[in-house]
């Protein structure tokens, strides 16, 4: 593959021995031109007197170059014969063929804009225009100014339409845009005299439309009688009787051109397609093709804004619903902790995007049972969180005295029968009551990190699928016994898996490093010294996951009657982060 050249926007307006015009746009370096497409020209002329390698157009150095390479009759610019010449805007390229093609040369897209034609005409005389050119102008002016104003869409667009067919003496007009399947549809249709038509039943000429579309230019055909067989042939000219067809499409101003013929080259996307059309024949001046032209790029440049407000606006509503979605997500979670006398509680949420796939819980069971919920939904964003809300909402029953095993059995059931995201989600879930026993669930999460005498090891292995990934899995509950003093530190892999600008991952062994340094500080700290540790780590890689935290002491008996004497009960806040 050869290395890509930027080339600036130019164009070869080509035209034929019966006098039609077409624009090709110069998409690459050498650009050939002759006869016929064996040798891959580019522009490919049907004159069996042209050779099959006739010339070529060399970018270099900022300067488009013509090259002789072996017309038999000799390559001429403006008349004279040349074998290398730089070419410049307007240069006419001739074959030594009195009626033969001709190529006009273009340094820009081939479509002025309504500044550059203005500027043109300030030049012209009143004898060059003539009085029908003034008044087509002053049509443009017009529509230009429309175009621009603070009407509907629709309304502006029809102007246009209008307008177009007042430059073409049409007898209809049409607007046709892509769907959500890139197929072009009727968006209007308008007749002479700036009357609407129903879009149902009408039947543009597919051909032309086709052929504008893969040539990136317009087509003008003045009279189907003298045009190529494929148009004369097409159905809906031979129905309707068509006479004059001219197509022109309208794009996006950004332009993309490289060196390599292997790359797609587009003058940017596909907004739509003017299409005009009469049962008579016409004839259209240069100047006139230039003001349809500056039309099509004015009428360009508002669609393309229009779009772009309109995503603009589609942007800002979906991000008013995730911020609704976010508050009701975040609502779910714990506010604060109730104070219990035999533990210390702290938690904290922070999503990676707006809504995550994270959440914990803290539930009363009785007055000497508390229930700790941990969970993390398979992937990220509005999906994950849905699920989460699902999740939460089923494991809500535990507060109704159901046994766990029998409650993930049931809840597993009931994501695998209604989830229709492919998810699943691993949970932790454990139930402490005042005596220390601590009876627990892990369904495919990381193992809790147990706190005891200064070191932390990982008891809790995940002997459960996650939920929601199995129909018919088997949950079943194992026992634990805390000590006074010890500290359970229940996480989400975001915390693990957290990468710094390297890849590197921060792991457990991190982990219980912070915790074994951290021992005996309240779980508020200790917390706050996980999260800063991590946030050190990634070093501002961005965080790629959502990271939960939740952080329980438990105190024991004898703790519980001391913390009563003394008023040393502590609680932590419930921290939740968007």
């Avoid at 017009?142 to 502006?156: G, I, K, N, Q």
């Avoid at 190529?228 to 101003?253: E, K, N, T, W, Y």
């Avoid at 407000?309 to 509503?317: G, I, Y």
């Avoid at 932390?456 to 634990?480: M, N, Q, R, W, Y």
Wanted: with cysteine.
């Amino acid at each position: 593959m050869s290395d890509t050249q930027i080339i600036p926007d130019a164009v070869l307006e080509v035209i034929g021995p019966d006098g039609s015009r077409r624009m090709v746009h110069v998409t690459q370096s050498p650009f050939l031109i002759g006869r016929g497409a064996e040798t891959g020209n580019h522009v490919q002329l049907t004159d069996r007197r042209i050779s099959r390698e006739c010339a070529a157009l060399v970018f270099a150095n900022g300067e488009f170059r013509l090259e002789d390479r072996g017309q038999r009759r000799g390559l001429f610019v403006n008349g004279e014969q040349v074998g290398k010449r730089v070419l410049r805007e307007g240069d006419n390229i001739t074959f030594g063929l009195a009626d033969s093609y001709e190529l006009i040369f273009h340094f820009g897209s081939g479509s002025e804009t309504l500044p550059q034609l203005l500027n043109r005409m300030e030049h012209m005389t009143t004898q060059e225009t003539g009085a029908g050119g003034l008044r087509k102008l002053s049509l443009l002016l017009e529509a230009t100014a429309l175009l621009h104003s603070h009407m509907p869409l629709d309304a502006v667009l029809g102007t246009m339409v209008d307008h177009a067919i007042a430059l073409t003496d049409a007898d209809r007009g049409l607007l046709l845009m892509p769907n959500a399947l890139k197929e072009m549809r009727i968006r209007l249709a308008r007749q002479r005299g700036g009357r609407s038509l129903p879009t149902e039943g009408l039947l543009p000429s597919q051909t032309a439309i086709r052929t504008a579309l893969e040539q990136k230019c317009s087509v003008v055909t003045e009279d189907v009688a003298q045009a190529g067989l494929d148009l004369q042939a097409a159905q809906s000219i031979i129905a309707q009787r068509l006479r004059a067809v001219v197509v022109v499409p309208l794009f996006a101003m950004a332009q993309l051109h490289t060196a390599d013929p292997n790359d797609k080259i587009s003058p940017g996307e596909l907004l739509g397609v003017l299409y005009l059309d009469s049962r008579r024949p016409a004839a259209f001046s240069s100047l006139e093709r230039q003001i349809l032209d500056a039309l099509a790029v004015e009428a360009a440049s508002v669609i393309d804004n229009a779009r772009l407000v309109e995503r603009e606006r589609e942007r800002e509503r979906m991000e008013q619903e995730l911020s609704i979605a976010r508050d009701i997500q975040q609502a779910l979670l714990p506010r604060e902790f109730h104070p219990w006398a035999h533990m210390q509680v702290t938690g904290t949420n922070q999503s990676c995007l707006t809504v995550g796939g994270d959440y914990f819980d803290v539930l009363e069971l009785g007055p000497d049972r508390t229930a700790f919920i941990i969970a993390d939904v398979s992937g990220k964003g509005l999906g994950a969180a849905l699920l989460t809300t699902m999740l939460q909402g089923a494991l809500s029953g535990m507060t109704v005295g159901h046994e766990p095993a029998s409650v993930f059995a049931h809840v597993n059931r009931f994501l695998c029968d209604h989830s229709q995201l492919e998810r699943y989600a691993t949970v932790f879930f454990g139930i402490l009551d005042t005596a220390g026993r601590f009876e627990f669930i892990n369904a495919g999460h990381p193992s809790p990190l147990l706190l005891r005498g200064g070191q932390a090891d990982f008891p809790f292995p995940a002997e459960c699928f996650p939920v929601g990934l199995l129909p018919d899995a088997e949950f079943k509950s194992s026992t634990f016994t805390l000590q006074p003093g010890d500290t359970l530190v229940l996480f989400s892999d975001g915390v693990t898996e957290a990468k710094n600008p390297v890849e590197e991952e921060f792991g457990t062994s991190r982990l219980k490093e912070i915790l074994a340094r951290c021992a005996s500080a309240p779980v508020e700290e200790l917390q706050a010294a996980i999260l800063a540790a991590v946030k050190e780590f990634t070093r501002g890689a961005g965080q790629a996951d959502d990271i939960t935290l939740l952080v329980f002491r438990f105190l024991g008996r004898s703790d519980v009657q001391a913390g009563r004497s003394e008023g040393e009960t502590q609680v932590g806040p419930a921290t939740r982060v968007p």
